[in-house]
């Protein structure tokens, strides 16, 4: 990956959905009524007429955008916002500043939002033999049920996440850049139960499949004779992997490759 190097992309993909659901919220449910809306607030229903409310056309852009939401602006000529809003203990912004209409949060419609999130779903085997999976779930929740409770620390989190990231890719960048000549950068990585599937697979092969994990090892070192007109030449990347069909990988398997290495 080029864009990330350090970002876990759980957190981007969860509040994607979880975007999809307030749309949804907005447009198909019945919580607003397009015709017969009482509701006046001004940061959702948006009436553009005294008939009509405009809560369908509140669509939010995109993750950057929601999250721009509930923090302060960054300060001029500022790389970063400030610390204390990224983290959630700012006296001036927070999840608080995230628009949500009365109704939304206390109203007595029950308005059903649903969204796909990752969860741990427990399954059953052919042979009785009980199977834990982490999937994508259809996540239901009515706003009498404390939906807006549950949407507000998963945009905090996901601000936090965000800057930590980006600033780990930044940091990561910069040390490939700017390492002394007598160091070398190791990333190191594993990859569990990665499982071979044969292409047109006939139906009973699909329970004879082979498992294994994999060991990442990425170098980084200085060229000693570099290309001067080049300077991607600079750094040298190695990448080696190491294939092993034992499901166990405990420190002494590491200490073995990283002799090896």
Not at 61 to 68: E, L, R
Not at 86 to 93: A, E, K, N, V
Not at 172 to 182: D, N
Request: charged content about 25%; overall charge neutral; some cysteine.
């Amino acid at each position: 990956m080029k864009e990330q190097n350090t970002c876990c992309y759980i957190y981007h993909v969860e509040l994607d959905e979880l975007q999809k659901g307030l749309k949804n919220m907005n447009v198909k449910s019945s919580l607003h009524f397009n015709d017969e809306c009482e509701c006046r607030c001004s940061s959702i229903c948006l009436h553009t007429s005294q008939s009509t409310c405009g809560a369908s056309s509140k669509v939010y852009k995109g993750i950057t955008y929601m999250w721009h939401m509930i923090v302060c602006e960054k300060p001029k000529d500022e790389e970063w916002h400030e610390k204390k809003c990224l983290y959630g203990y700012c006296s001036f912004c927070g999840v608080d500043k995230f628009p949500f209409c009365p109704i939304e949060i206390n109203g007595s419609t029950e308005a059903l939002i649903e969204w796909r999130r990752f969860a741990m779903e427990t399954t059953e085997s052919r042979v009785g033999k009980t199977l834990k999976k982490f999937t994508w779930v259809i996540y239901k929740i009515t706003t009498n049920d404390g939906s807006v409770q549950y949407l507000r620390p998963k945009l905090q989190n996901f601000v936090r996440h965000n800057f930590v990231s980006r600033w780990q890719d930044m940091q990561f960048k910069s040390s490939i850049k700017s390492f002394p000549s007598q160091i070398m950068v190791f990333v190191v990585d594993f990859v569990e139960s990665y499982t071979f599937e044969t292409q047109n697979e006939g139906q009973s092969m699909h329970w004879h499949n082979y498992q294994i994990n994999i060991l990442v090892h990425i170098t980084y070192r200085h060229n000693p004779h570099p290309n001067p007109y080049d300077e991607e030449s600079l750094i040298l990347t190695k990448y080696q992997f190491y294939i092993f069909d034992d499901q166990k990988h405990d420190s002494e398997f590491v200490q073995h490759c990283f002799k090896l290495h």
